[in-house]
T-cell receptor, first 117, second 117 residues
Framework: GAVVSQHPSRVICKSGTSVKIECRSLDFQATTMFWYRQFPKQSLMLMATSNEGSKATYEQGVEKDKFLINHASLTLSTLTVTSAHPEDSSFYICSARGMGYSNQPQHFGDGTRLSIL | AQTVTQSQPEMSVQEAETVTLSCTYD???????LFWYKQPPSRQMILVIR??????QNATENRFSVNFQKAAKSFSLKISDSQLGDAAMYFC??????????????FGKGTKLTVNP
């Protein structure tokens, strides 16, 4: 149980393109999903917290107009990197927490490697 | 703000031997959760073990166990009978347990574990 699917796993596109990444909880409902970014050989850094039916909460320094997050249902959150540039190239990972709070761990997707040419 | 420190960038262990990965953290909160995640070359984040701060008993999951020293703010991971499949990056992570507080995971920089046959 507790499977999180992330799609696509890899994207290569030209500078200026907008890229959408999907994060789905397959066998549980997730009121809260999280989007992380990981640079090579570095740790995961939280970008934003996505709550179903409300606006995402962005971490300091993350451009909300650049990284659009939509959490339209209890099983789907999307991250759109708008007008992507080479510096946006990174590994993006989502996670989802099941309903309830304190004792629910985050389950991670397989990540998306984004390469902007 | 909470911080997580993993002082060992790399560790190696012989197959079937035991290895301990170190993690310290800094927080002023009394209620929180600690986690160890494993990230193999596939980049998927896999939850290895978790510990609730209010529990004095150290968590164990098969060959994985922790040494949780709350006063010292230390949370080390012991891997017994190491297997080749244990080779991965290991991340220590902290999450607040306060109701209404941030659910974000704060990660350490990771320890790369190599298992030698």
């Amino acid at each position: 149980g507790a499977v999180v699917s992330q799609h696509p796993s890899r994207v290569i596109c030209k500078s200026g393109t907008s890229v959408k990444i999907e994060c789905r909880s397959l066998d549980f409902q997730a009121t809260t999903m999280f989007w992380y970014r990981q640079f090579p050989k570095q740790s995961l850094m939280l970008m934003a917290t996505s709550n179903e039916g409300s606006k995402a909460t962005y971490e300091q320094g993350v451009e909300k107009d650049k990284f659009l997050i939509n959490h339209a249902s209890l099983t789907l959150s999307t991250l759109t990197v708008t007008s992507a540039h080479p510096e946006d190239s990174s590994f993006y990972i989502c996670s989802a927490r099941g309903m309830g709070y304190s004792n629910q761990p985050q389950h991670f997707g397989d990540g998306t490697r984004l390469s902007i040419l | 703000a909470q911080t997580v420190t993993q002082s060992q960038p790399e560790m190696s262990v012989q197959e079937a031997e035991t290895v301990t990965l170190s993690c310290t953290y800094d927080t002023s909160e009394s209620d929180y959760y600690l986690f160890w995640y494993k990230q193999p070359p596939s980049r998927q984040m896999i939850l290895v073990i978790r510990q609730e701060a209010y529990k004095q008993q150290n968590a164990t999951e098969n060959r994985f166990s922790v040494n949780f020293q709350k006063a010292a703010k230390s949370f080390s991971l012991k891997i017994s009978d190491s297997q080749l499949g244990d080779a991965a990056m290991y991340f220590c992570a902290y999450r607040s347990g306060n109701q209404g507080g941030s659910e974000k995971l704060v990660f350490g920089k990771g320890t790369k574990l190599t298992v030698n046959p």
